[in-house]
């Protein structure tokens, strides 16, 4: 079970077209848009909204997403209209950025505060150095053969494989370093082909971190 | 003396009667900073308002409130739906199961309607929305509700008074929320359409407690 996604936006074509993207990534989560008017004009609709939250709430809560103001305003009023408004939030965040990081979040499993918190972290600028160095942290040296690196499907791929994991997890390109459970700051690293990465890992689990992360790579994320 | 909800009714149909009658102003004003859809929407809003309350007889002001609340959630769309929505939600809850709207009530109505229009869209007076419509809408009934023998139509007229300089007021600001502000500079010299309708939804409900 995964926290829910839905895309509030003026237009239907977005809306479908974000949920797409978003899936590519998080083939597990419900990702419902909710975009346009009933006639297919510009606009949001309060009744679409409040279905596609009920339709993207499997039982662990969902996390709204919106482009513009009334957007806004329509899935806030969607989300104190449910039977249990704690169960649902209005996440403030681009919607590209954040839908994206939102949807890789629930795929990972985390709670309806953790998606909406992913969520808004995508606004932000990506945190390099996340991960200062420390003696026993495990380190391994990769090289991406895959066609297009980490661009957003296997970036998501990697960040959804340690999202379960107890572990701080890095990846370093040249000198900029990326938190490895963003996947916009993996994105952001800009890593292609026969680039060598740098992974390093802490933690209870950072032996089974660093071994999902080289299996991926060197499965050349199912490329 | 109070007003029940066959008097709330006839304030909204009133309501909705002004609005009909301004749909074009609205849209004029609409069109010089927005998208031009807010006598539009309004309009519709409020059309399917007049028939929700034909077809449910609503017994206390809260459920006649509440019905046009949610009917213009649904209804009328861009910003001015959850807005407007929630006014009238707000006010709706504060009514309660009461009979009857007094005095006191009525400002009372009138400030939670504010609060809410303010959660929603975290507007202050001086960004050229409702707010600066409503926020001297509600002082002045205040003011007019502490005098002697103030009866609901000198409350709402008060009210409806600030509402109409208020709205005025927001033709020489620089709007900092909603589509108008996108604009900046360049919408200063247009009223507000959020702000007039306010005035022109508080007049109809003055003209109907007379």
């Not at chain 1, 305003?73 to 169960?87: G, I």
Request: hydrophobic share 50%.
């Amino acid at each position: 079970m995964t926290v829910g996604l839905v895309l509030v936006s003026h237009s239907a074509k977005l809306a479908e077209g974000l949920a797409e993207l978003a899936a590519q990534m998080a083939p597990d989560v419900a990702i419902v848009p909710a975009g346009g008017l009933e006639d297919g004009s510009i606009g949001t609709d309060y009744d679409e909204v409040v279905a596609a939250a009920q339709r993207a709430d499997s039982g662990d809560g969902v996390v709204l997403l919106y482009d513009l103001g009334s957007a806004q305003m329509t899935a806030e009023l969607a989300v104190e209209s449910m039977p249990n408004p704690s169960t649902a939030l209005v996440a403030d965040a681009p919607l590209v950025e954040g839908a994206v990081a939102a949807a890789v979040a629930a795929q990972g499993g985390v709670s309806v505060s953790d998606v909406a918190g992913a969520a808004a972290a995508a606004g932000a600028p990506p945190d390099f150095d996340e991960l200062p160095e420390a003696d026993g942290d495990l380190v391994v040296e990769l090289r991406l053969r895959n066609d297009v690196g980490l661009h957003a499907r296997p970036a998501a791929l990697l960040a959804r494989s340690i999202a379960d994991l107890d572990a701080e997890v890095s990846v370093r390109l040249g000198d900029q370093e990326a938190d490895a459970h963003s996947v916009l700051a993996l994105m952001s690293l800009g890593a292609r082909q026969d680039d060598r990465i740098v992974v390093r890992a802490r933690g209870a689990q950072a032996a089974d971190a660093v071994a999902k992360v080289k299996s991926l790579v060197e499965g050349n994320f199912g490329e | 003396m109070g007003c029940g909800a066959e008097g709330v009714t006839k304030a909204v149909l009133a309501a909705a009667g002004v609005v009909a009658e301004h749909r074009t102003e609205l849209i004029e004003l609409d069109r010089a900073i927005g998208d031009a859809d807010h006598g539009e929407n309004m309009n519709r809003g409020f059309t399917v308002v007049v028939a929700a309350l034909a077809d449910a007889a609503p017994a206390t002001p809260g459920e006649v409130l509440k019905i046009a609340a949610k009917t213009l959630i649904s209804k009328v769309g861009g910003a001015a739906g959850p807005l407007y929505g929630t006014a009238f939600l707000r006010a709706a809850t504060k009514a309660a199961d009461q009979s009857e709207v007094d005095v006191q009530g009525a400002v009372e109505l009138l400030r939670a309607a504010l609060e809410g229009v303010q959660a929603r869209g975290k507007a202050e007076v001086g960004d050229a929305t409702i707010v600066d419509a409503l926020t001297p809408a509600v002082a002045a009934a205040e003011a007019a509700a502490a005098q002697e023998g103030a009866d609901l139509a000198a409350v709402l007229t008060a009210a409806a008074d600030a509402a109409d300089r208020g709205a005025e007021s927001t033709v020489d600001l620089v709007p900092r929320k909603g589509r108008a502000s996108y604009l900046g500079e360049r919408a200063v010299g247009h009223m507000d359409p959020g702000a007039r309708s306010t005035a022109l939804i508080l007049r109809a409900f003055a003209e109907a407690a007379r």
